[in-house]
């Protein structure tokens, strides 16, 4: 592909995340980054409101598999902002993919890594990598740990990834969209938590034997605002009675 062809490629952003996207748009403004360049897409399944700005007027909904053929054809460059699509393989080997995870790769990679992180003790953290066949696996161009508290939920954590996901977006964008880094391998393949993994944690079993502290643990870890994560089963009327943790700091 001719140089002059790439230039007049714009650059795709698929998030299912509207904090991140609207923020990712704040930061090209803060970088004098010229818009027009940008294209801003979601997911098919994705239910988050378009906000009321001119670039978002244009926001698309994008579907990876059926589509790949017409991002190669449109775009020089992807980038993943908590997009919840497989990119097909076909996009990948011909468009320079790039994915934002809200996790320390190699560990815990896939569903939610900050409520693998509590539970294993595995490093949580941000990574900016490029995409390759396997999920959250490509070769890592910045990577950053966050420390879990001993206070810390899933939401708790999730802010502050999200916070620095947004610092490493801003001192590397620039870099990014010129393709002017370098790349490390994982030093492992790690591990993987897929949704089911995730599910299975949600069903507390009552006649279980296990530590205060990996109880502790386990809810906290399931614990994110916004959200009914763990439950047990009331044996007398069947329902679900879900249980959160409010943990905070001595002051």
Known sequence: MSTSKQINKKILILSDNA?????????????????????????????????????????????????WKQIVKDYRLVISLHCKQIFPPELIKNVRCINVHPGYNPYNRGWFPQVFSIINKKPLGVTIHEIDEKLDHGKIIVRKKIDIKKSDTSGSLYKRIL????????????????????????????????????????????????????????????????????YFIDEETGKKIYISLNLFDEN
């Open 163 to 230: 916070n620095l996901e947004l610092d490493l977006i801003r001192k590397n964008l620039t870099n990014i969209l010129e393709g002017n880094y370098a790349t490390r391998d994982p030093e492992s393949d790690g591990n993987i938590n897929l949704k089911k993994d995730f599910n299975d944690l949600l069903e507390i079993d009552l006649s279980k034997t296990q530590t205060i502290k990996e109880t502790i643990d386990l809810l906290r870890a399931l614990t994110h605002e916004g959200y009914k994560n763990a």
């Open 19 to 67: 904090y991140l996207s609207s923020s990712f748009l704040s930061i090209c403004e803060e970088l004098k980054l010229d818009l027009n360049e940008f294209h801003f897409a979601r997911s098919p399944k994705s239910n988050f409101e378009i906000e009321n700005n001119p670039i978002y007027k244009k926001h698309k909904i994008v579907n990876v598999k059926d589509g």
